[in-house]
């Protein structure tokens, strides 16, 4: 089935500890992206890539990294969380950044930092 | 600026009833807009876009420019339409500029 997976789907952490939010797709998608969804704001994009090993800085980047080594895979990273990063994220991605090509979402991952 | 305003957090319906989800946008260029609904417990899906002209589930949704709107419509509201609605702007290196979100509420 093609989809966009994410792990964990919950996670919660206390500020400061590393973590990592993983997102992959079996679509053999060019376009990664992810957002982060929080009550009244809507979805607002993280970071993107293009391809492999091209990433750049959506509109809300701060606390956060990501890596694009192999196409299928774009990681989240949160190097030192803190609680305005308590969220919902979801991965999306699309065959390019071209045209109306439909952007797949992933399932969400909710995140809490205490 | 490019933006998507969704002025109503929630709209309550009776089964039957026309719905029509508001979305304004402001954008400088040709836009590309679509609709993206997400039912309980799902993930995010696209509904419809406006290029495609198409109906989906009874949705439509019609480009106007001059009013810069992209309303979702349907003629008669079923339980199963109950879910979260977002109107979304694609900007530039395609990221999907979201409005805030219309929770549709469709009572028996």
């Known amino acids: 089935e093609a989809q966009v997976t994410q792990n964990p789907r919950y996670l919660i952490t206390v500020t400061g500890k590393k973590l990592t939010v993983t997102c992959s797709q079996n679509?053999?998608?060019?376009?990664m992206s992810w957002y982060r969804q929080d009550p009244g704001l809507g979805l607002r994009q993280i970071y993107y890539?293009?391809?492999?090993?091209?990433?750049d800085k959506g509109d809300v980047p701060e606390g956060y990294k990501v890596s694009r080594k192999e196409k299928r895979n774009f990681p989240l990273i949160l190097e030192s969380p803190s609680p305005n990063q308590t969220s919902l994220y979801f991965c999306?991605?699309?065959?390019?950044?071209?045209?109306?090509?439909?952007?797949?979402f992933g399932p969400g991952t909710r995140l809490t930092v205490l | 600026a490019q933006r998507v305003t969704q002025p109503e957090k929630l709209l309550s319906v009776f089964k039957g009833a026309p719905v029509e989800l508001k979305c304004n946008y402001s954008?400088?260029?040709?836009?590309?807009l679509f609709w993206y609904v997400q039912y309980s417990r799902q993930r995010l899906q696209l509904l419809l876009r406006h290029i495609s002209r198409e109906s989906i589930k009874g949705f439509t949704a019609d480009l106007n420019k001059g009013e810069t709107s992209f309303h979702l419509k349907k003629p008669f509201a079923q339980e199963e339409d109950s879910a979260m609605y977002y109107c979304a702007l694609r900007g530039a290196t395609n990221k999907l500029i979201f409005g805030t979100g219309t929770l549709l509420a469709v009572q028996p």
């Open positions: 679509m053999n998608h060019e376009y």
């Open positions: 999306a991605s699309s065959l390019d950044s071209g045209g109306y090509n439909e952007q797949f």
């Open positions: 890539s293009m391809n492999v090993e091209v990433t």
């Open positions: 954008y400088s260029g040709s836009p590309e």
